[in-house]
């Protein structure tokens, strides 16, 4: 499954590790983030897609703690 989000992130820099750090999350297939749009886009096993996405967010909140993703 792929789906888009719009999110908060501060800086081109930060997108990226948020980025790098999305795809290493256990059933992410292909993560991208882009600064300029303030959008995430993520590809997924569809059966588990929410809880993935619990675990992206975690991961993401390491990399910049007042990110944000409108899931």
């Known amino acids: 499954m792929k789906k888009k989000f719009k999110i908060y992130v501060d800086c081109a820099n930060c997108a990226q590790k948020m980025e790098n750090a999305a795809k290493k999350v256990d059933g992410v297939q292909d ?23 619990q675990e992206v967010v975690k991961a993401c909140k390491k990399v910049e703690d007042d990110c944000e993703i409108y899931l």
């Open 31 to 53: 993560a991208q983030v882009t600064f300029m749009t303030q959008k995430m886009t993520i590809v997924a096993d569809d059966d588990r897609f929410d809880e993935i996405m």
